[in-house]
């Protein structure tokens, strides 16, 4: 940390100056003011937390895929243009397929680190869309989304989509069966779509499906512009993060005021830059071990042939499952038009939920009424109707997500496909119900269980016989850090409903209220500090033992 | 041959030598005539001894066709409720079905599955050989077609258009409805592959060789072997399930490292 004063040149005896490193650094500063800066973001604090780690990992993954991709894109070609293969790959030699195809497999099999490369951008690429999802779980079960937040949670959101738009157009660029068919889905989707969808196909493809121009307007949208969007949104995201600061787990000396953690330099700088390189490294074994997406093996992209078991990669997994979930036979034609729900049914169902979700914040923030700021994270018990959504909205992308892969499941369990798409369609449809009850109550019961702890102390596992006869059991008081951490929390009551100005209750009011019932009806209230004092006291009355061991 | 027949007109035009000549002549003649032709035919029998009709064979292939597969196709091959006649499918689909253990049926599914083979490949032989005894169909292949040598870009080309839509681009198999499947092409040999194609066995459609000829079903073995054969250059294949088997992968694995290092990096040295 302090090396620098450490390693002084004999040169500056005369003059104290701090040697080269000094004089450079006052070089710059003279021209750039940066000392500001690093002022400012020197000792900005980070508090330590495995969890807050996470976004850094979609950071980084992201960076990987940057460097990455630029490698790919020195090689590949962009284009439907009919070639026939002549590259090293025996059971292709020959075949017609479009030079798209052709310069992937090119750099797989005849560039040097070609297919190193490609492999470590795409597995970057699950990783970055992965790491995303957790970090959003993360965010969400803590409540960190809530005041002064909300926008930056909505920022990531759009992050979450652009992730998957970019891995998706990046998936169909090689032109390979399998992407193939996965574009086809998607011009049936958009096809579905009454009155526009046809010309928004055709508009897309260049005219009918799959034309010639798709491969190359996808490469634009994946190394261009979506690229670019990324990048500013991260940037939007990182910026609110300095500004708004970070959160905290709650604990002694952690106030809404306060940041407890290490400053960035040198602690921090250090930790992240190395952290940098465990993610590229981590990437960069998983693509030199395990294959992903080996596009010889599924060979050209041709309308006829459509492979069993095709499926997208997992993060579109959610959307190709809810087409596979829903019911036949949904589709009719009324004014001269066909509509087909078993198209907009998903589509809907999908539309709302990611809606859903990405304004949850405003929602939550409405039905609690709490205009206070929160820099204190929630434990996931404590914030019970919260976590029990959570749960519900994860089971309903679980089953989904699952259902992408229905047929997979069907032929490695020795299992009925019918059977699995049915299960599923419960999973989907009363699971969230489920899940919501069972998180519930499984937050509330451990709330009820902190409030043991607290009042009550622990069971030391110590069995005292008393005078009597009777056994007790001795319970230990735990110290005054973890009884901290336990009922430091807000504890929320469902809203009144209070007439307003006009001395009305509006019909908003009431659903306010109801919403409000909902969230805050059932809830354990936090120990007050004269329910801990009077506990502690009635334990003073019954010990028996003088075993004051302060711990 | 062409001697013997040449030799006694001869003997008619100079008529120089005696009566019995030409008559020992003739012996000789049908003597070396029939010799090579049984030297011709018995070496056309060493040639494929898997594929002899004999007598004898086919009375074996009786005995173990009346003891393990009557009860449900019938004495006569005539079917019954529980199995389908056996007329007219030739051997190649006994070879197919009891070769690869699917027949006998284990229980009554939605599919026979494969499982370690009943008999010994002599009996297989018997009783495919008493089946086409019965009433002709298509035969096991000559091994010609099951060299796996032929061109492996246009088997591959075949196999997409015919075959990936259940067997999976990469012959990983797939899933069918009502518990019925294509089974992964892994570790098939050529010779059931081809009577697969050939006799179209459970769900599978037949292909015949009007519709794919000898040699396409020679690519198509071939593509399906070199696949099989060649070493998988980016890695682990992660069972070439394709996306669904990445993702877990990621997410177990790949995530499971990285939440692993996270905790790691953020735990308090003491």
Not at chain 1, 31 to 41: D, P, Y
Not at chain 1, 321 to 331: I, K, M, N, T, Y
Not at chain 1, 490 to 505: E, Q, S, T, V
Not at chain 2, 189 to 204: D, F, K, R, S, V
Request: aromatic share 10%; hydrophobic share 45%; glycine share 10%.
């Amino acid at each position: 940390m302090s090396t620098s004063t450490a390693t002084r040149p004999e040169t500056a005896v005369e003059k104290k100056s701090g040697g080269f490193t000094a004089a450079a650094s006052n070089y710059l500063d003279e021209r750039t003011s940066i000392s500001a800066v690093v002022k400012e973001f020197g000792r900005k604090v980070f508090p330590d937390h495995w969890s807050f780690l996470l976004g850094e990992v979609a950071l980084y993954s992201f960076v990987v895929i940057l460097l990455s991709g630029t490698f790919l894109t020195f090689f590949f070609q962009a284009s439907m243009a009919e070639v026939h293969y002549d590259g090293s790959y025996v059971p292709l030699k020959g075949v017609e397929m479009s030079a798209a195809m052709a310069s992937t497999l090119d750099i797989s099999f005849d560039i040097r680190g070609g297919l190193l490369m490609r492999q470590i951008h795409h597995w970057a690429a699950l990783l970055f869309v992965a790491s995303i999802g957790l970090h959003m779980m993360r965010i969400f079960f803590t409540g960190a989304f809530r005041k002064p937040r909300e926008l930056n949670w909505v920022i990531g959101f759009v992050l979450f989509i652009l992730a998957m738009a970019e891995g998706f157009t990046g998936y169909s660029l090689p032109d390979d069966l399998l992407s193939g068919n996965g574009l086809r889905i998607i011009d049936g989707m958009i096809k579905g779509i009454p009155l526009v969808g046809t010309w928004i196909s055709f508009l897309l493809f260049g005219g009918e499906f799959p034309g010639t121009a798709i491969v190359g307007r996808l490469y634009t949208l994946h190394i261009l512009l979506l690229p670019a969007l990324v990048l500013l949104f991260i940037a939007l995201h990182l910026v609110f993060v300095v500004v708004h600061k970070h959160t905290q787990f709650s604990g002694p000396g952690k106030t809404q005021q306060n940041v407890v953690g290490y400053p960035v330099l040198p602690v921090y700088a250090a930790k992240a830059g190395g952290f940098f390189f465990i993610v590229f490294g981590v990437i960069v074994l998983l693509a030199s071990f395990f294959t992903i997406n080996p596009i010889w093996n599924y060979g050209p992209y041709d309308p006829s042939p459509v492979s069993a078991g095709t499926q997208p990669d997992w993060y579109i997994g959610f959307a190709d499952g809810a087409l596979r979930l829903v019911p036949p036979h949904l589709e009719f034609v009324l004014f001269e038009r066909t509509w087909s729900f078993n198209i907009l049914i998903p589509l809907g169902a999908l539309g709302l939920f990611i809606v859903l979700a990405m304004i949850y914040p405003f929602i939550e923030a409405w039905v609690t009424g709490d205009k206070r700021e929160h820099h204190i994270l929630d434990r996931p018990r404590n914030a019970a109707t919260r976590t029990a959504i959570g749960a519900a909205g994860l089971t309903f992308y679980a089953g989904l997500w699952a259902a992408a892969s229905s047929d997979i499941i069907a032929t490695h369990f020795k299992l009925t496909m019918e059977g699995v798409i049915h299960a599923l369609q419960f999973v989907v449809i009363a699971g969230p119900f489920i899940a919501y009850f069972i998180t519930k109550r499984i937050c509330l019961a451990l709330q009820k269980k902190d409030r043991e702890i607290v009042l009550h102390g622990y069971e030391s596992g110590r069995i005292i016989r008393l005078p009597g006869g009777e056994y007790i059991e001795k319970h230990e008081q735990i110290d005054d850090y973890q009884r901290w951490k336990l009922v430091s929390y807000h504890d929320y009551k469902p809203l009144m409903i209070r007439p307003n100005a006009r001395g009305k209750i509006t019909v908003g009011q009431r659903a306010r209220a109801s919403l409000s019932r909902w969230f805050f009806e059932d809830r354990i209230a936090p120990p007050t500090r004269g329910e801990i004092e009077a506990s502690h006291h009635h334990e003073d009355h019954v010990e028996i033992e003088s075993s004051h061991q302060n711990h | 041959m062409f001697r013997t027949s040449r030799k006694p007109r001869a003997v008619r035009k100079t008529g120089r030598r005696s009566p019995l000549a030409s008559v020992s002549l003739i012996a000789l003649g049908l003597l070396l005539s029939g010799g090579a032709y049984a030297l011709v035919s018995s070496s056309t029998a060493v040639a494929d001894t898997s594929a002899t009709t004999t007598q004898a064979t086919v009375e074996e292939g009786e005995k173990l066709f009346q003891a393990n597969c009557a009860t449900c196709h019938g004495l006569d091959l005539e079917g019954s409720d529980d199995g389908p006649s056996l007329v007219g499918v030739g051997s190649a689909a006994v070879d197919f079905q009891v070769g690869t253990g699917r027949m006998p049926l284990q229980a009554q599914a939605p599919q026979a599955p494969v499982k370690p083979v009943q008999f010994t490949e002599d009996q297989v032989n018997a009783l495919a050989q008493y089946v086409a005894s019965i009433a002709p169909g298509p035969s096991i292949p000559e091994d010609q077609y099951l060299d796996a040598e032929g061109d492996a870009a246009r088997g591959a080309e075949l196999f997409r258009v015919n075959c990936a839509m259940c067997h999976n681009v990469a012959g990983a198999g797939g899933a069918l409805t009502e518990g019925k499947y294509a089974p992964a092409l892994t570790g098939v040999t050529p010779t059931h592959i081809y009577e697969a194609m050939l006799t179209g066995p459970q769900n599978m459609p037949v292909f015949n060789d009007a519709n794919l000829t000898p040699e396409d079903k020679r690519d198509i073995i071939t593509a399906l072997k070199f696949q099989e054969n060649s070493t998988s250059v980016g890695g682990h294949p992660l069972g070439a399930l394709g996306p669904v088997a990445e993702g877990l992968f990621l997410w177990i694995a790949g995530m499971g490292i990285i939440v692993a290092l996270t905790v790691w990096i953020t735990a308090r040295s003491n």
